[in-house]
């Protein structure tokens, strides 16, 4: 179809969008919560969704927690009855798509090949997705020929150093090892409004040294969609996306053939999705939600009782 | 300064000094996710314009046996995309540093040769501020190198082809005088 129109979601309006939807595909932060706080009103809406019969599940760039932690961050922040396989995180997706290109369909039966080692950029969160998928992770020093690292994951790691670039790089210099990304993100938002680095600046920094391109799993890529898929079997048609980074969350949409609901509470402005569709650029009005929100909570109407 | 606590909230929340006025990115084998947060909380300052410059973007620092060390572009890069603008670059194959040298020296492009192993910084430096190029291959850069920029139709890359080259630079010795 043509550009989407950015038309604010509201009265009548709200009824014949959410009517007819099977389910709602989330971002996190800064549509559920921002930091420890929750978006007033966002648990009464999942629990009118719940009641209203239609699903809801959670896709997140933010590769720090593993979804056990995030099940357990949903109940402190208020959302009850979310379970971890609710939860799609790019620390989960990426530990799946190193899963699937290492060790294949059942892994080298009877070869001895364990699939290789992963070298991880990034927290525990994303070091135990990565173990539970099955993959074993790189340490410090030498890898063996039997155990060669396989892939370097650049994730968000608040404890990057030059050491740690310049030791992915000396894995990279093997073509076979895979330079896998969780996300794009170049920056997120504290809760004060400044900003702390994402994983793309990491990456940026891995790419440039190693002249590689990296494989990014995270929105806007449609990776975590197809994980999605498998697991739950959403139909495009009727799913609506609803998140709050213009450049991620709505081309991820865009991308997988959702309808999407630009919510106001966190990233973006209204005024850069405006911007966007008065561009010129085809890249650009791929970034155009369909809808807006001021908040999450403006979708309760739109629920039947 | 040191960063008080072990988490970025932590050093979101250390003060910052007030006569900052530009974060300049260098080699720096002690670079860390703590001083890029620093260095992005003073790009972002309200109320100050902050400069940011890069020294240089090589890619990489060759070592022996083929091996690199990542290179002051990588710091910058990732420096650039969590603010989302661009350094100013200082190295070449920018001309600032030949304006430093042309204004300080009163130097003639036309009777000036530069000398140099990297066709994307040295040599284009050279051809793009008008000097004769001269390439000497003890270095990074390779004659098929060049002969894949001078055969192809691009004229980016046609810049990077040197007037002359050398194997060493002690080829030079017989042409000067007793």
């Known amino acids: 179809g043509g550009m989407a129109s950015c038309r604010r979601l509201s009265g009548a309006g709200l009824r014949e969008v959410l009517g007819p939807a099977q389910g709602l595909l989330f971002d996190c932060d800064g549509v559920l919560w921002a930091g420890e706080r929750a978006v007033p009103g966002a648990p009464e809406l999942l629990e009118r969704l719940r009641r209203s019969g ?33 939860v799609f995180s790019s620390a989960l997706c990426s530990a799946l798509f190193l899963r699937q290109r290492l060790l294949g369909g059942g892994g080298g039966v009877g070869s001895g090949d364990s699939g290789g080692r992963v070298f991880v950029l990034g927290g525990e969160g994303l070091r135990g997705e990565v173990r539970d998928a099955g993959l074993r992770l790189a340490g410090e020093g030498e890898a063996t020929p039997a155990e060669p690292v396989r892939a370097v994951l650049v994730g968000y790691d608040d404890q990057f150093t030059f050491a740690k670039l310049a030791q992915a790089c000396g894995y990279l210099r093997d073509p076979q090892c895979l330079l896998v990304a969780t996300d794009p993100d170049p920056w997120h938002p504290l809760s004060d409004g400044q900003r702390t680095p994402g994983t793309g600046s990491l990456t940026a920094a891995v790419e440039t040294a190693s002249g590689r391109k990296a494989l990014v799993v995270g929105k806007p890529n449609t990776y975590m969609f197809d994980c999605i898929v498998e697991r739950f079997g959403v139909d495009p048609s009727r799913t609506l996306m609803v998140g709050d980074r213009l450049e991620t969350d709505i081309l991820f949409g865009k991308n997988c053939g959702l309808s999407t609901i630009l919510t106001l509470t966190g990233v973006s402005r209204l005024e850069e999705a405006q911007a966007y569709m008065a561009s010129d650029s085809a890249a650009a009005k791929d970034m155009v939600p369909n809808y807006y929100v001021d908040s999450i909570a403006d979708l309760i109407p739109g629920l039947d009782e | 300064a040191a960063l008080p606590g072990p988490a970025p909230a932590d050093w979101a929340q250390a003060p910052l000094d007030p006569a900052v006025r530009a974060v300049l990115v260098g080699f720096d084998e002690h670079f860390s996710y703590a001083k890029l947060c620093q260095a992005l909380r003073y790009l972002l300052r309200d109320g100050t314009d902050c400069l940011l410059v890069g020294t240089n973007r090589d890619h990489r620092l060759p070592l022996e046996g083929g091996a690199a060390i990542p290179g002051t572009g990588c710091l910058v890069k990732a420096v650039e995309t969590a603010a989302q603008r661009d350094a100013f670059i200082v190295g070449k194959p920018n001309r600032y540093m030949f304006d430093c040298v042309a204004s300080e020296f009163n130097i003639d492009p036309a009777r000036t040769i530069m000398v140099g192993d990297r066709l994307d910084t040295d040599i284009l430096m050279g051809n793009s501020c008008g000097l004769t190029t001269l390439l000497t291959l003890t270095g990074v850069s390779t004659l098929d190198e060049v002969r894949g920029h001078q055969d192809s139709n691009c004229p980016t890359r046609q810049s990077l082809v040197p007037d002359y080259y050398v194997d060493s630079i002690s080829d030079l010795l017989p042409a000067l005088g007793e």
């Open chain 1, 54 to 86: 239609k699903a809801a599940l959670f896709v997140s760039n933010n590769s720090r927690r593993s979804v056990a932690e995030l099940e357990r961050r949903f109940s402190r922040l208020g959302f009850h009855g979310v379970r971890a396989e609710h």
